[in-house]
T-cell receptor, first 112, second 114 residues
């Protein structure tokens, strides 16, 4: 069956360090992979999208990589700040249709 | 520009009671989604609308859940009767469609069934 896995354990990190989150998938051939941020009591907010033929995408302090051979995406937050503390969700879209399937999310806590 | 608006934000009901959630998507967004999110998990799609047509309702428990999107704008999701296991956050999202499908979410309705 299709599966999208994110580390369910919270990631505690010191301010200024780089946070790295993983998103692994099985039995899936995504055309696009998206990352969202979700704060407590709020809906997810879109951050970045990467296509299957792209290796890396950057936006300010955020970087996403996509390895279709390993079936994995890495999400990096460089120079992390306490304001980056949130849950980060990856989501995949198949080539056909536009249904978004989410992973379980990883909570990040940046300590000052 | 207003984002996706959902109401109510919180709802507490007793089991077997009916409940309804309302969503107003971003203006011009033809595609509307209802998701269910349990604590510590990602959103799970319940139903997707393209304008007023439900194009994917395969995950909607049709024995007790129903949804409508009259006139292809705002939408209502109903549960009747509610069960204890329905306690969750119900999220609405909208998008302009297209292959990349970037979605914009409302704040959600947190439902507690007692």
């Amino acid at each position: 069956s299709q599966k999208i896995e994110q580390n369910s354990e919270a990631l505690n990190i010191q301010e200024g360090k780089t946070a790295t989150l993983t998103c692994n998938y099985t039995n899936y051939s995504p055309a696009y992979l998206q990352w969202y941020r979700q704060d407590p009591g709020r809906g997810p907010v879109f951050l970045l999208l990467i296509r299957e033929n792209e290796k890396e995408k950057r936006k300010e302090r955020l970087k996403v990589t996509f390895d279709t051979t390993l079936k994995q995406s890495l999400f990096h937050i460089t120079a992390s700040q306490p304001a980056d503390s949130a849950t980060y969700l990856c989501a995949l879209i198949k080539a056909a249709g536009n249904k978004l399937t989410f992973g379980g999310g990883t909570r990040v806590l940046v300590k000052p | 520009e207003a984002g996706v608006v959902q109401s109510p934000r919180y709802k507490i009901i007793e089991k077997k009671q009916p409940v309804a959630f309302w969503c107003n998507p971003i203006s011009g967004h033809n595609t509307l989604y209802w998701y269910l999110q349990n604590l510590g998990q990602g959103p799970e799609l319940l139903i997707r609308y393209e304008n007023e047509e439900a194009v994917d309702d395969s995950q909607l428990p049709k024995d007790r859940f129903s949804a409508e999107r009259l006139k292809g704008v705002d939408s209502t999701l109903k549960i009747q009767p509610a069960e204890l296991g329905d306690s969750a956050v119900y999220l609405c999202a909208s998008s302009v469609g297209g292959s990349q499908n970037i979605q914009y979410f409302g704040a959600g309705t947190r439902l507690s069934v007692l």
